[in-house]
T-cell receptor, first 113, second 116 residues
Framework: AQTVTQSQPEMSVQEAETVTLSCTYD???????LFWYKQPPSRQMILVIR??????QNATENRFSVNFQKAAKSFSLKISDSQLGDAAMYFC??????????FGTGTSLTVIP | GAVVSQHPSRVICKSGTSVKIECRSL??????MFWYRQFPKQSLMLMAT?????????EQGVEKDKFLINHASLTLSTLTVTSAHPEDSSFYIC????????????FGQGTRLTVV
C-alpha cells in the first residue's frame, strides 16, 4: 500500500514570509496524482494544488507552488507571501490510478502576524 | 471548484439509535465517493469507497454492518451509523470524485457526530 509521510507536525511562518511544507511518499506506480489539501478551523477540506506525476513541470497556483521530485518521491509545498488566512492544517495526498486516496498525517501551519 | 454538500453538519443521538449522514455532489456526477473518519488533530482515516450502483468497499477493520453505505445515484451517497455507541462519536467527512478526467476529490463540510 502507498504511504504518505509528513515529517513536520507543526510549522510556523512570519506573515509575508515564505514557508515550505515537506511530503514524501512511497509507491511502485509510475502514474499517479499528488495533492495538497488545506483544512482550516472550519474543518472543510480545500484543494490547494495538484500535480500529475507524468508532468515534469512543477504546479503553481498563485502564491502556492510545489517542488515535485519524482525520483526522490518528494512533493513539497511552498507558500509565498504568507497570509493570516493560510493558517490551517495541510495534508499531502496521493491518488493512485486505482482511485484510492492516501493522506499524510498533516502539518499544522501557524502564521505569526 | 465543484461543490459537495454534507448534511447534517452536527448531530447528537442517543446510544443505540441510528443516524444517517448524506453526501451530495451538487454540480457534478460523482462516480466515486469516499467516507472518512477524522479524530481530533489527526489525519483522515478512509472508511470505505463507494461507486454508484455497486456495493461499497470497506477498509480493513471497518464494520460494514455498523457503517452502512449506500451510493444509489451519481449525486448522493449516505452513511448510516447503526446502533451508535459513544465510541462512534467522531468527525465524519465525505468526498466525491467525478469522471471526465477529474483527478481530484472534493470534500463535504463534515459531520460532527456525538453519541450520548
Amino acid at each position: 500500500a502507498q504511504t504518505v509521510t509528513q515529517s513536520q507536525p507543526e510549522m510556523s511562518v512570519q506573515e509575508a514570509e515564505t514557508v515550505t511544507l515537506s511530503c514524501t511518499y512511497d509507491t511502485s506506480e509510475s502514474d499517479y496524482y499528488l495533492f495538497w489539501y488545506k483544512q482550516p478551523p472550519s474543518r472543510q477540506m480545500i484543494l490547494v494544488i495538484r500535480q500529475e506525476a507524468y508532468k515534469q513541470q512543477n504546479a503553481t497556483e498563485n502564491r502556492f507552488s510545489v517542488n515535485f521530485q519524482k525520483a526522490a518521491k518528494s512533493f513539497s509545498l511552498k507558500i509565498s507571501d504568507s497570509q493570516l488566512g493560510d493558517a490551517a492544517m495541510y495534508f499531502c495526498a496521493y491518488r493512485s490510478l486505482g482511485n484510492q486516496f492516501y493522506f499524510g498525517t498533516g502539518t499544522s501551519l501557524t502564521v505569526i502576524p | 471548484g465543484a461543490v459537495v454538500s454534507q448534511h447534517p453538519s452536527r448531530v447528537i443521538c442517543k446510544s443505540g439509535t441510528s443516524v444517517k449522514i448524506e453526501c451530495r455532489s451538487l454540480d457534478f456526477q460523482a462516480t466515486t465517493m469516499f467516507w472518512y473518519r477524522q479524530f481530533p488533530k489527526q489525519s483522515l482515516m478512509l472508511m470505505a469507497t463507494s461507486n454508484e450502483g455497486s456495493k461499497a468497499t470497506y477498509e480493513q477493520g471497518v464494520e460494514k454492518d455498523k457503517f452502512l453505505i449506500n451510493h444509489a445515484s451519481l449525486t448522493l451517497s449516505t452513511l448510516t451509523v447503526t446502533s451508535a455507541h459513544p465510541e462512534d462519536s467522531s468527525f465524519y467527512i465525505c468526498s466525491a470524485r467525478g469522471g471526465q478526467g477529474r483527478s481530484e476529490a472534493f470534500f463535504g463540510q463534515g459531520t460532527r457526530l456525538t453519541v450520548v
